[in-house]
């Protein structure tokens, strides 16, 4: 949104409203305790200055009883209509605030790697919590408190009216002057709440890199550094804070001040004419509690716009976000798949993250169902993205990559993804039980069929050896366990999936020497019957692969057996003896 334009969207507003309409029952009934309670406010000072006007002016002592009687009824069932107006609003404003970050948050889900790559954390963050806070007070408060305002306004304008008509003419003939200017200044709050929303992404941005990323402030010594960057961003936010602060500072005290002028007025013209006999002095009276009305609501309508402008903010970015499309999504006839036997061909496969800067170039290779391949290479030739677009994470830009002879273009991703397990150098487990992040890769299997996944791959000894077994608590990301620990976790979770295609990529090389040679065995059972794609730089971790394929720069250059491969003294030799050559360094 540019600076220029208008910061309240009704667009943006409509969308908002569309938002209860699950809600309607509850929307429609706060709705008419709001239209209520506009009407109550006015009444009840109209009543006030009845009272003290009528039977009190008049030392009527059985009047003024049943007036402050009268009074009170009306007062206490206008109190009881602001109970349940708050919390219907309270309910109705957590309800939206509830329906947006379920949504939001499958969204995230449905997202293909590539957003991620882009996106920030911490911005991912700040839309699902601060965001969507401020969008709740925009629902609950903004829309219902301002009706209650704009109706007492009316309302006691309209009482105004009929009491002294040329009166309340000295009130309204301010309004329009004041109304421009707050509407000059709208522009500048508005664009200071939405760069106090982008700030405070920034430090949540920030700080969520700085948590995932403390092992290497503190190798590098960086704290001094990291802290200094954070307290620049910190008084950023601070001075955003104090920049949409202060524009709002200027709005509220003008209304106010608006509201004092206008009561000094109403106060000099209507005691002269109260003097010179033109109006009745209770007139008078009930005039000036109504004009009191009027001028306290128009400061709490001008807080109201300040905290609307907020929610424009937060549901701006929100509303971006769910509007975000993803760079692909599965074509809308794409079939599921029951059952995938794991032959794999790739006929001519291109792909690129950016337009002019191709990863894979006509790739073409086929693998029969139950085959082992292993993928070497240098690091950036494409060994990884290959892997993915079997997997269907990512879609080729030219080409097409076949799974059992259905092309993957007209295949549904998440059911593909049912027969697919990948286990990267990356080991990510969940906060939680061992046993809970083997389950991820079955969620319905029992406690034996944990334990008899971690015993077919031979580590059953090595996870009971941990301090609560299966029940260890691996902690956020893993970071109770060693690297080593937390693979032989993600082992045992691809056995048990089951999967007909496995990726393995970079999958041992956080586990020590003695306990991948300890785990090949089991691996080769964890291959045997599947079709597995083995990515590795320990090239002797390879050589057993039913074919080996080399690629360079996105092109497959060579493939073959391990035998095959080194007599032929080509890309795969070279890579071989320089592997062995640091190897016995």
């Not at 708050?86 to 309910?91: C, D, S, V």
């Not at 106060?267 to 009930?286: D, E, H, K, S, T």
């Not at 807080?303 to 971006?320: C, D, K, P, S, W």
């Not at 291959?527 to 692969?545: D, E, K, M, N, Q």
């Amino acid at each position: 949104m540019t600076v220029d334009q208008r910061p309240l969207d009704w667009g943006i507003v409509r969308r908002l409203y569309g938002a209860t309409r699950r809600y309607a029952r509850l929307r429609n009934a706060l709705s008419a305790i709001v239209v209520l309670r506009a009407i109550q406010l006015p009444i009840v000072t109209w009543a006030m200055a009845r009272v003290l006007a009528g039977p009190i002016a008049h030392r009527d002592a059985a009047g003024t009883a049943i007036g402050i009687a009268g009074f009170l009824a009306l007062a206490a069932f206008t109190e009881l209509c602001f109970v349940f107006r708050y919390r219907f609003a309270l309910r109705l404003g957590e309800a939206v605030v509830h329906d947006l970050r379920d949504a939001v948050y499958a969204h995230l889900l449905h997202m293909p790697l590539g957003f991620f790559q882009r996106a920030s954390v911490g911005g991912l963050v700040a839309r699902i919590t601060s965001d969507i806070d401020v969008v709740r007070i925009g629902v609950q408060d903004v829309a219902f408190v301002s009706t209650v305002q704009a109706g007492t306004a009316l309302i006691s304008g309209g009482l105004m009216i009929t009491y002294d008509w040329r009166l309340f003419l000295v009130v309204a003939i301010m309004v329009p002057g004041v109304w421009t200017l707050v509407r000059r200044l709208r522009g500048r709050l508005g664009q200071a709440h939405r760069d106090q929303q982008e700030s405070f992404s920034r430090v949540t941005a920030t700080l969520a890199e700085s948590v995932a990323g403390i092992r290497e402030i503190q190798s590098f010594a960086r704290e001094k550094a990291s802290a200094a960057q954070f307290a620049a961003l910190v008084h950023d936010h601070a001075t955003y804070n104090m920049s949409a602060a202060r524009h709002g500072a200027i709005i509220q005290p003008l209304l106010e001040w608006n509201g004092q002028l206008f009561l000094s007025l109403v106060l000099v013209i209507g005691g002269y004419q109260v003097l010179v006999g033109g109006v009745p002095l209770a007139a008078l009276i009930q005039f000036l509690f109504l004009s009191n009305g009027l001028f306290a609501a128009i400061p709490n309508l001008g807080n109201q716009y300040n905290q609307a402008l907020a929610a424009m903010a937060g549901a701006e970015r929100v509303f971006a976000l769910l509007d975000t499309r993803p760079d692909w999504e599965d074509a809308p006839d794409a079939v599921a798949v029951d059952r995938v036997e794991g032959a794999v061909q790739l006929d001519g496969v291109g792909f690129a993250y950016e337009a002019d800067r191709p990863v894979l170039s006509d790739v073409a290779l086929t693998v029969a169902a139950g085959r082992t391949v292993a993928l070497v290479g240098a690091t950036g030739s494409g060994k990884s993205t290959l892997a993915s677009l079997v997997a269907k994470l990512y879609l080729p830009t030219a080409g097409r990559v076949v799974v059992d002879g259905r092309d993957l273009a007209g295949v549904s991703g998440a059911s593909l993804r049912r027969h697919v397990a990948c286990v990267t150098q990356d080991n990510f487990l969940y906060a939680g039980t061992v046993a809970d992040n083997i389950r991820v890769g079955r969620p319905d299997a029992t406690d034996a069929d944990v334990r008899a996944a971690a015993r077919a791959l031979d580590v059953e000894g090595l996870i009971d050896a941990l301090p609560g077994g299966f029940a260890t608590e691996v902690g956020e990301g893993g970071t109770r366990l060693s690297l080593g620990q937390r693979q032989v976790i993600c082992f045992a979770r691809a056995m048990i999936a089951d999967p007909r295609i496995l990726i393995l990529d970079e999958a041992t090389s956080s586990v020590d020497v003695l306990t991948e040679t300890r785990m090949q065995a089991a691996l080769a059972r964890l291959r045997a019957g599947r079709t597995s794609f083995v990515i590795a730089h320990r090239l002797a971790t390879v050589r057993h692969a039913d074919e080996i394929v080399v690629l360079d720069h996105g092109r497959v250059v060579e493939r073959g057996t391990h035998a095959a491969l080194l007599a032929a003294n080509g890309a795969y030799a070279r890579l071989f003896t320089r592997a062995a050559g640091f190897a016995a360094v």
